[in-house]
């Protein structure tokens, strides 16, 4: 089993590959190559990076770089599937409530209210999409932040390169993708963080090909006017979720879909998220609630280990 660790989009990323060729040994030094330069064009917090030009030029028609392309294909995709619960437009609600920085760089300072525009700022559909040319056009007042689309797009692009040289799993900060069964024909032994006790472990996923994500309120967080504040919008309002989850683990097809579900589940909250998943049963989840009670899905309940 080959291996590697690194940190890359503010996130510890593991490389697991189930190989043990000449090849499948340089392809997984590339990897971190790889996220580089995929945070180049994609981080928000990155003043050269192509979003934070793509955010200066509102007006202005753009070529973008297929990765672009594809995690913003994407992010909309997403916020049609989550009916705008999930949206790549709530970069100006998340400056105003403080998170003007990665936590790799430090945790937000505890930092005053400011006078927010984010709720002109909500429309995807104004954006210009020219796919023969692959370029795009914002308009004036509405910026973007890919968050954990890009992540988990990220992780996802990587597994399907590694996974040309034997079974792969990437886990980029939370954002799993795993290709397949091991090369023995055993499931990924996947471990869900405790949010309250988060040195352990509380279940573990036994997973062939999937995506698993987590959102929670459990670790970006910082203090507002002296109000707990976290990174989860709710673009319903435009501040963080009122909610009663503290983390919502899910299972899904792809990671890119993992991850907007977790994190609709968490905006919605354990009564209205129960309906969710009942009407959308291509996902497993594991919810911690604010009290300490643990509620799994039954097709979450399939796959967990011993």
């Known amino acids: 089993m080959l291996q590697t660790e690194f940190r890359a989009m503010g996130s510890r990323v593991n490389i697991f590959l189930d190989a043990d060729t000449p090849e499948a040994a340089d392809a997984i030094t590339l990897v971190p190559v ?27 028609r753009l070529h973008v770089s297929d990765p672009f392309w594809q995690v913003l294909h994407i992010a909309l995709d997403m916020e049609k599937a989550s009916a705008g619960l999930v949206t790549p437009v709530v970069l100006a609600a998340l400056e105003t409530i403080g998170y003007d920085r990665s936590f790799a760089n430090g945790v937000p300072d505890a930092v005053s209210q400011a006078e927010s525009q984010y709720f002109a700022e ?6 210009k999409l020219f796919p023969e040319s692959r370029e795009i056009r914002m308009p004036e007042g509405l910026r973007l932040d890919f968050g954990g689309t890009a992540k988990g797009w990220a992780a996802h692009q990587a597994m399907l390169r590694l996974a040309e040289f034997g079974p792969a799993l990437v886990n980029a900060g939370g954002d799993i993708s795993i290709s397949g069964l091991q090369t023995n024909s055993a499931p990924w032994k996947v471990g869900i963080i405790d949010p309250l006790q988060p040195a352990i472990d509380m279940v573990w996923l036994m997973v062939g090909r999937s995506g698993v994500a987590t959102s929670g309120k459990d670790y970006r967080k910082w203090l507002q006017d002296g109000v707990l504040r976290h ?13 009663d989850i503290l983390s919502a683990s899910v299972s899904a097809p792809t990671v890119m879909e993992a991850e907007m579900a977790a994190k609709v589940l968490f905006i919605l909250g354990s009564d209205d998220g129960a309906e969710w998943l009942q009407n959308n049963p291509q996902f497993g989840a594991l919810l911690v609630l604010d009290d300490g009670v643990v509620l799994t899905s039954q097709s979450m309940k399939r796959i967990l280990g011993g």
Request: aromatic share 8%; proline share 4%.
């Open 231 to 243: 990174h989860i919008i709710d673009p319903r309002t435009g501040l963080p979720a009122e909610t």
């Open 34 to 60: 790889w996220f580089e330069a995929w945070e180049q064009s994609l981080s928000r917090f990155r003043e050269s990076s192509e979003l934070s030009l793509v955010n200066r030029s509102a007006g202005d």
């Open 122 to 127: 909500t429309d995807v559909t104004e954006i």
